[in-house]
């Protein structure tokens, strides 16, 4: 199971920090990624990171302000979203691939989900 957490209401310019806890087991050797879904739209790929963290791919309009981490130690993944934007408003969901380590942009690639935390950016 993973468990997100970290969501809320904040104003344009402020930061936030995402969690994932994965219980009943590692994924340590798996790779991990943030989704989001805004209403009446798709979910839509945010940020991954391979097993091992070496390689994190994001998506063009959060690049350089939201970095993708992860403690395997602690089977958490971290996203840290800095100068929040009203357009991140979103369900933001956190996913695992447990056939690789290798992280995807595809959402049909990861087939453990959690149930999404909620992130309002006011302007």
């Known amino acids: 199971q993973l468990e997100e957490s970290g969501g809320g209401v904040v104003q344009a310019g402020d930061s936030l920090r995402l969690s994932c806890a994965a219980s009943?087991?590692?994924?340590?050797?798996?790779?991990v990624a943030w989704f989001r879904q805004a209403p009446g739209k798709g979910r839509e790929f945010v940020a991954a990171?391979?097993?091992?963290?070496?390689?994190?791919y994001y998506t063009d309009s959060v690049k350089g302000r939201c970095t993708i981490s992860r403690d395997n130690a602690k089977n958490t993944v971290y996203l840290q979203m800095n100068s929040l934007k009203p357009e991140d408003t979103a369900v933001y969901y956190c996913?695992?691939?447990?056939?690789?380590?290798?992280?995807?942009?595809?959402?049909?690639?990861?087939?453990?989900w959690g149930q999404g935390t909620q992130v309002t950016v006011s302007s």
């Open positions: 990171a391979d097993w091992n963290a070496l390689n994190t």
């Open positions: 996913a695992a691939d447990t056939t690789t380590g290798w992280a995807s942009r595809s959402v049909r690639q990861y087939d453990y």
């Open positions: 009943g087991g590692t994924f340590k050797h798996y790779a």
